[in-house]
């Protein structure tokens, strides 16, 4: 057991630590400890910082207030900071990113921040190529230059003519929904409070859409409750939103019951005379999708008929005539396609129209020549065509070949156009856009140009950690080709392992920052994620989550044992889900890490059900309501283990006021409960950014660029760099 220290002796060392660091004012006096003690399944808890959760506590706000303005103080004096900050800002300034690429009969729509612009836009270009205009500018809501939107998503209407936008101020997520002609830029009337998660559905005449809405919240609403209870409605442009009926939801029919987090999805194609409903419950990744003659839905009684439960593992569909394909993992970990009649037919009689390989079926995509899948093989992209008949039977597969290997994280079809439009990206290859013509030939879109950031002296290598139970852990390396494994190479690896979610191989200018200083970017890939399909991910899930853990120590070893690294040289990261990750390695081997960032990350687990958002995450991580839930939450919950006197790594916890996935209070928690912990006189800082929410998610350039200055500043500070180390170093214990 660590050796234990009272608690004003573990405050007192860490300020002399910092102040020894910043050369500034002292930190700030810890927060008042209010415990709250609690037994769940008979185990009993203390939560010293309850009241944190209480958004209208002063006690919140100071804390936020004082620590961030500390936080401030110590980072900016950070030697090598403005070198740094100005490298960041050189790498990122000369690089456009392009996303959302959506092609609409002969027009690309999408998003694109342009090299040296601080916030994304929505363009529109000819597919044939010509010149680019800008559709929609959300920064036009901005009433000074200290507010900044986002575009949530958007839709184009089938024509073309009109786009609903889902705007929100400071990376909130709290969606309103606009309508712009895209033709002259000009606002419609149609305003839409509440409209979130999922682009709207535009039905064939291009004048009225699907979309999901939820509720106006009542005064004093619980922060779970809120973004519950929401329906899917029919909006026809001009007519008063709340005037919109029902389709599909919550309370809509009590033949389909819905639970408050689920979200409603109707969607329409001009390729099918039918609707496809989908429930969408919280973060699982299986939905139950239910169909319906589209000239029938209208209001609350369409004849819906269902055709998957949650049971059967359905993830993904796309409908052609009157069939409708379906990726689904049943009985197939890697996934496989079936075929079904909509008329008559059901799940059990489907046809197998791709069996299960040794790929992982990702998405399916259909386009004017078939249905694309997007697939993963051995942490790689692939892609395939799958030939439809004009009656939607199905028919060849075929091989579509990639100019490298790499990436796809965005796909993009027109139904009824032929070819696929996909982003393509590597470690050390920048994102380009390409799509698919005649016979599935390759042609580069011209979207986004090849970055001219030098990437030519790093390379990047995949190898297998190994965890605590001997399985096999994917781990990705990049580093400078000429690097030496010494063991004393600055690394950073970072882990994330949650909701089946891959992390792929991408390619970061500002990264080079940290690469060509001779430091190392790992990325390890644990149980949890989908890197090799529903195995992989339900081998961490509830009660087996602790492997997610397991697997990134086991990347830690790997990374110390072969001489990239050691533990003095060593940092670990985590970002939301991540958070599970990247706190219980601190405080479960504190002795592995130099550093540490914790970014928007969900270290109180036990707590995350009663947040804003939290509820949606019970299918993955369980739910304290039960002994299975309770037992698998507690023993994840990083601020719970925290103990006194440990000597833990320096870490730099970061939020957003706004953030709406991870309650800032999480990460306040934590925080607050390191610094009074801590006896290795390293510095546990809060960084909190009151205009942005998740992260990146909805940040500007501005504050991207700020962001990765503090964590890259942070991190060669503590890991040793001779040009951010001119202060005293923290000593490492009292």
Same mark, same amino acid.
């Given at each position: 057991?660590?050796?234990?220290?009272?608690?004003?002796?573990?405050?007192?060392?860490?300020?002399?630590?910092?102040?020894?660091?910043?050369?500034?004012?002292?930190?700030?006096?810890?927060?008042?400890?209010?415990?709250?003690?609690?037994?769940?399944?008979?185990?009993?808890?203390?939560?010293?910082?309850?009241?944190?959760?209480?958004?209208?506590?002063?006690?919140?706000?100071?804390?936020?207030?004082?620590?961030?303005?500390?936080?401030?103080?110590?980072?900016?004096?950070?030697?090598?900071?403005?070198?740094?900050?100005?490298?960041?800002?050189?790498?990122?300034?000369?690089?456009?990113?392009?996303?959302?690429?959506?092609?609409?009969?002969?027009?690309?729509?999408?998003?694109?921040?342009?090299?040296?612009?601080?916030?994304?836009?929505?363009?529109?270009?000819?597919?044939?190529?010509?010149?680019?205009?800008? !559709?929609?500018?959300?920064?036009?809501?901005?009433?000074?230059?200290?507010?900044?939107?986002?575009?949530?998503?958007?839709?184009?209407?089938?024509?073309?003519?009109?786009?609903?936008?889902?705007?929100?101020?400071?990376?909130?997520?709290?969606?309103?929904?606009?309508?712009?002609?895209?033709?002259?830029?000009?606002?419609?009337?149609?305003?839409?409070?509440?409209?979130?998660?999922?682009?709207?559905?535009?039905?064939?005449?291009?004048?009225?859409?699907?979309?999901?809405?939820?509720?106006?919240?009542?005064?004093?609403?619980?922060?779970?409750?809120?973004?519950?209870?929401?329906?899917?409605?029919?909006? !026809?442009?001009?007519?008063?939103?709340?005037?919109?009926?029902?389709?599909?939801?919550?309370?809509?029919?009590?033949?389909?019951?819905?639970?408050?987090?689920?979200?409603?999805?109707?969607?329409?194609?001009?390729?099918?005379?039918?609707?496809?409903?989908?429930?969408?419950?919280?973060?699982?990744?299986?939905?139950?999708?239910?169909?319906?003659?589209?000239?029938?839905?209208?209001?609350?009684?369409?004849?819906?008929?269902?055709?998957?439960?949650?049971?059967?593992?359905?993830?993904?569909?796309?409908?052609?005539?009157?069939?409708?394909?379906?990726?689904?993992?049943?009985?197939?970990?890697?996934?496989?396609?079936?075929?079904?009649?909509?008329?008559?037919?059901?799940?059990?009689?489907?046809?197998?129209?791709?069996?299960?390989?040794?790929?992982?079926?990702?998405?399916?995509?259909?386009?004017?020549?078939?249905?694309?899948?997007?697939?993963?093989?051995?942490?790689?992209?692939?892609?395939?065509?799958?030939?439809?008949?004009?009656?939607?039977?199905?028919?060849?597969?075929?091989?579509?070949?990639?100019?490298?290997?790499?990436?796809?994280?965005?796909?993009?079809?027109?139904?009824? !156009?032929?070819?696929?439009?996909?982003?393509?990206?590597?470690?050390?290859?920048?994102?380009?856009?390409?799509?698919?013509?005649?016979?599935?030939?390759?042609?580069?879109?011209?979207?986004?140009?090849?970055?001219?950031?030098?990437?030519?002296?790093?390379?990047?290598?995949?190898?297998?950690?190994?965890?605590?139970?001997?399985?096999?852990?994917?781990?990705?390396?990049?580093?400078?080709?000429?690097?030496?494994?010494?063991?004393?190479?600055?690394?950073?690896?970072?882990?994330?392992?949650?909701?089946?979610?891959?992390?792929?191989?991408?390619?970061?200018?500002?990264?080079?920052?940290?690469?060509?200083?001779?430091?190392?970017?790992?990325?390890?890939?644990?149980?949890?994620?989908?890197?090799?399909?529903?195995?992989?991910?339900?081998?961490?899930?509830?009660?087996?989550?602790?492997?997610?853990?397991?697997?990134?120590?086991?990347?830690?070893?790997?990374?110390?044992?072969?001489?990239?690294?050691?533990?003095?040289?060593?940092?670990?990261?985590?970002?939301?889900?991540?958070?599970?990750?990247?706190?219980?390695?601190?405080?479960?081997?504190?002795?592995?890490?130099?550093?540490?960032?914790?970014?928007?990350?969900?270290?109180?687990? !036990?707590?995350?059900?009663?947040?804003?958002?939290?509820?949606?995450?019970?299918?993955?991580?369980?739910?304290?309501?039960?002994?299975?839930?309770?037992?698998?939450?507690?023993?994840?919950?990083?601020?719970?283990?925290?103990?006194?006197?440990?000597?833990?790594?320096?870490?730099?916890?970061?939020?957003?006021?706004?953030?709406?996935?991870?309650?800032?209070?999480?990460?306040?928690?934590?925080?607050?409960?390191?610094?009074?912990?801590?006896?290795?006189?390293?510095?546990?800082?809060?960084?909190?950014?009151?205009?942005?929410?998740?992260?990146?998610?909805?940040?500007?350039?501005?504050?991207?660029?700020?962001?990765?200055?503090?964590?890259?500043?942070?991190?060669?500070?503590?890991?040793?760099?001779?040009?951010?180390?001119?202060?005293?170093?923290?000593?490492?214990?009292?």
């Amino acid at each position: 057991m660590a050796h234990q220290v009272p608690f004003r002796l573990a405050v007192a060392a860490l300020g002399a630590a910092l102040l020894a660091a910043s050369s500034a004012a002292p930190p700030p006096a810890p927060p008042a400890v209010r415990s709250v003690t609690e037994t769940h399944f008979g185990v009993t808890v203390s939560d010293p910082y309850r009241y944190f959760e209480n958004a209208k506590d002063p006690g919140l706000a100071t804390y936020f207030k004082t620590q961030n303005t500390y936080t401030r103080t110590v980072l900016d004096a950070v030697p090598g900071r403005t070198v740094l900050a100005q490298r960041i800002a050189q790498l990122d300034n000369i690089t456009e990113s392009v996303n959302d690429v959506q092609p609409v009969g002969g027009t690309y729509f999408y998003q694109k921040r342009a090299a040296g612009a601080n916030t994304t836009r929505l363009y529109a270009r000819a597919i044939a190529g010509g010149a680019e205009r800008v !559709v929609f500018d959300p920064d036009r809501f901005a009433r000074s230059a200290k507010e900044h939107y986002t575009i949530d998503y958007y839709s184009p209407s089938l024509d073309g003519r009109y786009a609903a936008i889902g705007i929100s101020e400071g990376g909130s997520e709290k969606t309103v929904l606009h309508v712009v002609d895209t033709r002259s830029g000009r606002l419609l009337p149609d305003v839409i409070e509440r409209a979130i998660y999922n682009p709207p559905s535009w039905r064939d005449d291009s004048r009225s859409f699907f979309y999901f809405r939820t509720p106006k919240a009542p005064p004093n609403q619980p922060q779970s409750e809120r973004d519950t209870k929401g329906v899917a409605r029919l909006h !026809v442009l001009g007519r008063d939103p709340d005037r919109d009926p029902a389709i599909f939801g919550y309370g809509v029919s009590a033949q389909i019951p819905f639970a408050p987090e689920d979200v409603a999805v109707v969607n329409v194609s001009p390729r099918t005379r039918w609707a496809v409903a989908a429930i969408v419950h919280g973060v699982q990744n299986e939905i139950a999708l239910f169909v319906a003659p589209a000239a029938s839905v209208s209001g609350p009684n369409a004849p819906w008929r269902k055709i998957a439960g949650f049971a059967d593992d359905v993830t993904t569909g796309d409908a052609v005539g009157d069939m409708l394909y379906l990726s689904t993992h049943k009985g197939a970990p890697r996934h496989r396609v079936v075929v079904l009649d909509m008329r008559t037919g059901t799940l059990a009689k489907a046809r197998e129209a791709v069996p299960e390989s040794t790929r992982v079926v990702e998405e399916l995509a259909l386009a004017g020549d078939g249905l694309y899948l997007r697939d993963l093989d051995a942490g790689l992209s692939k892609l395939r065509r799958l030939a439809v008949g004009r009656d939607g039977s199905p028919g060849a597969l075929s091989e579509v070949e990639l100019p490298f290997a790499g990436a796809i994280g965005s796909t993009s079809t027109d139904p009824m !156009v032929p070819g696929i439009t996909f982003g393509l990206q590597s470690w050390t290859e920048s994102p380009r856009w390409y799509r698919t013509g005649l016979n599935i030939a390759l042609s580069d879109t011209g979207l986004r140009k090849k970055s001219t950031v030098d990437y030519s002296g790093i390379t990047s290598l995949e190898v297998l950690a190994t965890s605590a139970d001997g399985t096999k852990v994917p781990l990705s390396i990049v580093m400078r080709k000429d690097a030496q494994l010494d063991g004393a190479r600055p690394t950073w690896l970072d882990g994330y392992g949650a909701y089946g979610i891959v992390i792929r191989p991408s390619f970061s200018t500002t990264r080079l920052a940290w690469l060509e200083r001779g430091a190392i970017y790992a990325e390890c890939h644990p149980r949890g994620g989908g890197e090799y399909g529903e195995d992989w991910h339900f081998g961490a899930h509830i009660a087996t989550k602790g492997r997610t853990v397991d697997d990134f120590i086991g990347c830690a070893r790997y990374l110390i044992d072969n001489h990239y690294t050691s533990s003095a040289k060593l940092a670990g990261s985590g970002t939301s889900a991540g958070g599970v990750t990247i706190g219980n390695a601190i405080v479960q081997h504190p002795e592995l890490w130099a550093a540490a960032l914790d970014v928007v990350g969900d270290t109180d687990a !036990v707590r995350d059900e009663f947040a804003e958002g939290g509820p949606a995450n019970i299918p993955e991580f369980g739910t304290i309501a039960n002994k299975v839930g309770w037992d698998a939450l507690y023993a994840t919950d990083a601020y719970l283990h925290v103990k006194d006197g440990v000597a833990y790594p320096a870490v730099l916890a970061i939020t957003g006021a706004n953030d709406p996935r991870v309650a800032p209070w999480i990460v306040a928690k934590f925080a607050a409960r390191l610094q009074a912990a801590t006896s290795s006189g390293k510095p546990v800082l809060l960084r909190v950014d009151y205009d942005a929410g998740h992260g990146y998610l909805g940040s500007s350039r501005a504050q991207a660029q700020a962001l990765t200055t503090d964590e890259l500043s942070f991190l060669f500070w503590q890991l040793g760099d001779p040009a951010f180390a001119a202060a005293p170093a923290p000593a490492s214990s009292p």
